[in-house]
T-cell receptor, first 111, second 112 residues
Framework: KNEVEQSPQNLTAQEGEFITINCSYS?????LHWLQQHPGGGIVSLFM???GKKKHGRLIATINIQEKHSSLHITASHPRDSAVYIC?????????????FGEGTQLTVNP | NAGVTQTPKFQVLKTGQSMTLQCAQD?????MSWYRQDPGMGLRLIHY???????DQGEVPNGYNVSRSTTEDFPLRLLSAAPSQTSVYFC???????????FGPGTRLTVL
């Protein structure tokens, strides 16, 4: 079983809809990242959080450490939000820490 | 700042050939990493470095070598390419363990 599981794998929405992407993990972590991978392949970091909630524009990320769960919300979705959204967790190790990635959620927003 | 740069953008190799994927960053970041991305799988860590002169293996290191002679550069070497190494390779850097990771644009490698 993967240490990081995302759902859904694929999501299609109409412009303006509220979108939620979920991430569950099975190990102790020091931080969780949400990344966006554009159709052209580039990867951009959206959020890094270790507790609570962060907001940037129409994007909101939340994390519940006790439940080992995080959500990424997109309000008033737009076709330009179409991308793969990737959850990654930072797992502490003896020497430093390592990032483990989910498989990603492919989001398509139709006009 | 250019951020994280990678060259080449695309590469086709024959089985057994060697090559080096270049990665450079101009943000004075200590931490640099190489990942590969394959369909149906998340990004997987190949090698990483926590500073000049220090490298360590990640999840899938076999068939790859790295070195970190300067803070800026972190090349990835394929010693004898195999079809299983066909993938998209991303280099990334960050200032510290708790900081945002910045990704390069990726190198799409095909091994025939």
């Amino acid at each position: 079983k993967n240490e990081v599981e995302q759902s859904p794998q694929n999501l299609t929405a109409q412009e303006g809809e509220f979108i939620t992407i979920n991430c569950s993990y099975s190990v102790g972590i020091s931080a969780l990242h949400w990344l966006q991978q554009h159709p052209g392949g580039g990867i951009v970091s959206l959020f890094m959080l270790s507790s609570g909630k962060k907001k940037h524009g129409r994007l909101i990320a939340t994390i519940n450490i006790q439940e080992k769960h995080s959500s990424l919300h997109i309000t008033a979705s737009h076709p330009r939000d179409s991308a793969v959204y990737i959850c990654a967790v930072m797992i502490p190790q003896t020497s430093g820490s390592r990032l483990t990635f989910g498989e990603g959620t492919q989001l398509t927003v139709n006009p | 700042n250019a951020g994280v740069t990678q060259t080449p953008k695309f590469q086709v190799l024959k089985t057994g050939q060697s090559m080096t994927l270049q990665c450079a960053q101009d943000m004075n970041h200590e931490y640099m990493s190489w990942y590969r991305q394959d369909p149906g799988m998340g990004l997987r860590l190949i090698h990483y470095s926590v500073g000049a002169g220090i490298t360590d293996q990640g999840e899938v290191p076999n068939g790859y070598n790295v070195s970190r002679s300067t803070t800026e550069d972190f090349p990835l070497r394929l010693l004898s390419a195999a079809p299983s190494q066909t993938s998209v390779y991303f280099c990334a850097s960050r200032r510290g363990l708790a900081d945002t990771q910045y990704f390069g644009p990726g190198t799409r490698l095909t091994v025939l």
